[in-house]
Nanobody, 115 residues
Framework: VQLQASGGGSVQAGGSLRLSCTFSGGTFSDYDMAWLRQAPGKGREWVARISRNHAAYYVGSVQGRFSISRNNIENAVYLQMRSLRPEDTAVYYC??????????WGQGTLVTVSS
């Protein structure tokens, strides 16, 4: 399995970004998918997860601002991020699996939010 994340960039606080992650080398619809992030100097943090049945779960700090979705035809998972805050600055990773156990990881995409 290979994951390719994209869509990161630099935005001002209050702005929006949409991250994408494409999946290849397996059967996408068999897996839960997740987004995690790692801020500078901090550990990796789970952000959101979407199950095979499209049930979505979020860490409290992004609830109501971020939305995870998936397209089982395009083999992709997305993270729509709105009302971004400086504390959302991090490298964002997509991963296969969860909660707590992730079998495959993408390479990460950097999101920088300036105040």
């Amino acid at each position: 399995v290979q994951l390719q994340a994209s869509g990161g960039g630099s935005v001002q606080a209050g702005g929006s970004l949409r991250l994408s992650c494409t999946f290849s080398g397996g059967t996408f619809s068999d897996y839960d998918m997740a987004w995690l992030r790692q801020a500078p100097g901090k550990g990796r943090e789970w952000v959101a997860r979407i199950s095979r049945n499209h049930a979505a779960y979020y860490v409290g700090s992004v609830q109501g601002r971020f939305s995870i979705s998936r397209n089982n035809i395009e083999n992709a998972v997305y993270l729509q991020m709105r009302s971004l805050r400086p504390e959302d600055t991090a490298v964002y990773y997509c991963a296969v699996g969860g909660p707590g156990e992730y079998k495959y990881w993408g390479q990460g995409t950097l999101v920088t939010v300036s105040s």
